[in-house]
């Protein structure tokens, strides 16, 4: 019987109690894996976060990968895979322009995958933005794939509800990602006979992924040339001679030499990138918005004034924040739509501002809370106001039994040197 088609060969994402089926090709899950693990050991303490698309086809409770690109990432804002407006631009162009792509003619854009190489498995704010913009259909989905320095990779698939939320905390299910070499070879000329192999394989709950046995009937070298073609060569396991493997380890030697000096030079970039950012943030509770910041960055330290704009759905609201509120590192506000865009902009003295943008999606506010909860926290602002007011007020007083009591001291001595003085 001849062995399967390595790239035919299919894995099955689904989790228990939820509806949605994803079946991917292994063969593309192995390349994204090698991309993100490389990503991973390019620079020190972390490494570079990469991504790309996802194409297949899309059915109701049913989602098929089966090719993927990559998307460029130029980092201006740190190791992390946090696109600049150059690289959604680059995005954009890439989904609209599959169709002169033969591979992706007949296909989708199904979803998009990045690594977390600093955190675990979950869409960020960030995360949430690009899938909101560039997948927003109700079956499109996203894949995290996280690499460890000791261990297989981890992935974690996230899709949207019927309602629309997206549970972006944590993925329905986490699984480990193997190096498969079976799902990357291609077969130089004529099939050769090899042990019966599944045409497919099924990643149930509570079990780990399991291999293709079409990688048992191959052994040797892999060639890895540019993504997402790899392609083996030299079934044989090949022998090296020691002068061989000696040339062999000093040019690996002098490759990570290489890169260690460039990640030293480039480590103050990426710290100054860190210390900069303003480190803006939404955390939602019933409602209840609470937009916080870095109140210790040089650039809030700085300021001399800040503004926070609220898109509230369809509503605007601009705020005006002085530099003593900008220090207290946070605000509270109500929201009452399901999407939220919140742009905060520090000025500083003869300088440049500094600006960021974080967005909220959420499930709509249910009738009345936004209300109540604004008049509680209009009550709270009132009370925190008549509370300064007695502040103040016992200041003043306390000012003004400080100087009663000079005023008696003086007294009283005026009084001892007049006693003094008389005949």
């Known amino acids: 019987m001849p062995s399967p088609d390595p790239q035919s060969e299919v894995g099955s994402w689904k989790a228990e109690g939820h509806p949605l089926e994803i079946e991917y090709s292994l ?15 390019r620079i020190p303490h972390g490494g570079l976060e990469v991504g790309g698309v996802l194409f297949g086809r899309l059915q109701p409770g049913k989602v098929t990968v089966t090719a993927w690109r990559p998307v460029e990432c130029d980092h201006a804002r740190g190791p992390g895979f946090e696109m600049s407006a150059v690289d959604e631009e680059k995005l954009a162009g890439m989904i609209e322009a599959r169709a002169s792509d033969p591979e992706l003619a007949d296909l989708e854009p199904v979803g998009w995958f990045h ?18 913009r560039f997948f927003p259909g109700p079956f499109q989905i996203a894949l995290v794939l996280r690499p460890v320095k000791d261990g297989p990779t981890t992935g974690g698939f996230f899709y949207r509800a019927e309602n629309g939320d997206i549970q972006a905390q944590t993925s329905p299910r986490e699984f480990p990602v193997r190096p498969n070499l079976g799902a990357i070879v291609r077969k130089q ?12 394989v099924r990643l149930g709950m509570g079990s780990g992924q399991a291999e293709p046995k079409a990688a048992q009937a191959y052994s040797g070298r892999l060639a890895r040339p540019d993504l997402p073609h790899l392609e083996a060569h030299r079934p044989a396991v090949e022998h090296y001679d020691r002068s061989r493997m000696a040339w062999r380890l000093m040019l690996w030697g002098m490759v990570a030499l290489l890169i260690s000096t460039g990640a030293l030079l480039s480590r103050p970039y990426w710290r100054s990138m ?23 960055g040089a650039f809030v330290r700085q300021a001399a004034r800040a503004a926070l704009r609220v898109v509230d759905g369809s509503s605007a609201r601009e705020f005006a924040v002085s530099a003593d509120e900008l220090r207290t590192g946070s605000f509270t506000y109500i929201r009452r739509a399901e999407d939220v865009e919140v742009r905060l902009t520090v000025q500083r003295t003869g300088k440049q501002p500094q600006e960021e943008i974080t967005r909220f999606l959420g499930r709509p506010v249910t009738p009345g809370i936004a209300e109540e909860l604004g008049r509680t926290i209009q009550e709270r602002d009132q009370l925190a106001g008549e509370a300064e007011q007695l502040r103040e007020e016992l200041r003043r007083q306390t000012r003004r039994v400080s100087e009663l ?19």
């Open 27 to 41: 063969a593309v899950l192995e390349e994204m894996r090698i991309a993100a693990e490389e990503g991973f050991q």
């Open 115 to 132: 690594s977390h190489t600093r955190s675990a498995i979950f869409l960020s704010p960030a995360d949430l933005d690009v899938h909101a």
């Open 189 to 200: 000329g004529p099939p050769k006979p090899a042990a019966a192999a599944p045409s497919a």
């Open 274 to 296: 860190s210390r900069e950012s303003l480190g803006l943030r939404v955390e939602e509770q019933d409602g209840q918005m609470t937009i916080s910041w870095n109140r210790n």
């Open 405 to 423: 009591r000079g005023l008696v001291r003086l007294l009283e001595q005026r009084l001892k040197t007049g006693v003094g003085e008389r005949p």
